[in-house]
Nanobody
Framework: QVQLVESGGGSVQAGGSLRLSCAASGYIYRFYYMAWFRQAPGKEREGVAI???????IYADSVKGRFTISRDNTKNTLYLQMSSLKPEDTAMYYC??????????????WGQGIPVTVSS
């Protein structure tokens, strides 16, 4: 069964940190690029970061230097470490599996989403 299950979201004050996790079924994890997207209220869904099997990563300009995407291949788990959070990072965050190593939303599988709220 294809599954992407996020955890670790919540509320934090500006300047704080959160780590998101995404447990993926083995089939997805082995054959797809893994990524994080987010969607703020009233805005389009946007790519945040993506990582390939060799741990090569691409980041959106808005999160460079603050967010780190990583993966644990022994656990089929994707992570997003978020630091120096800003109120504009408030959004629903989605784990995603896709066939291309870009931040475009041509996603094959989506997780259910997890909320992140950053207060000022």
């Amino acid at each position: 069964q294809v599954q992407l299950v996020e955890s670790g979201g919540g509320s934090v004050q500006a300047g704080g940190s959160l780590r998101l996790s995404c447990a993926a079924s083995g089939y997805i994890y082995r054959f797809y690029y893994m990524a994080w997207f987010r969607q703020a209220p009233g805005k389009e869904r946007e790519g945040v970061a993506i990582i390939d099997s060799d741990r090569s990563a691409i980041y959106a300009d808005s999160v460079k230097g603050r967010f780190t995407i990583s993966r644990d291949n022994t656990k089929n788990t994707l992570y997003l470490q978020m630091s120096s959070l800003k109120p504009e990072d408030t959004a629903m965050y989605y784990c995603a599996a896709k066939r291309s190593h870009t931040l475009q939303p041509d996603v094959t599988y989506w997780g259910q989403g997890i909320p992140v709220t950053v207060s000022s």
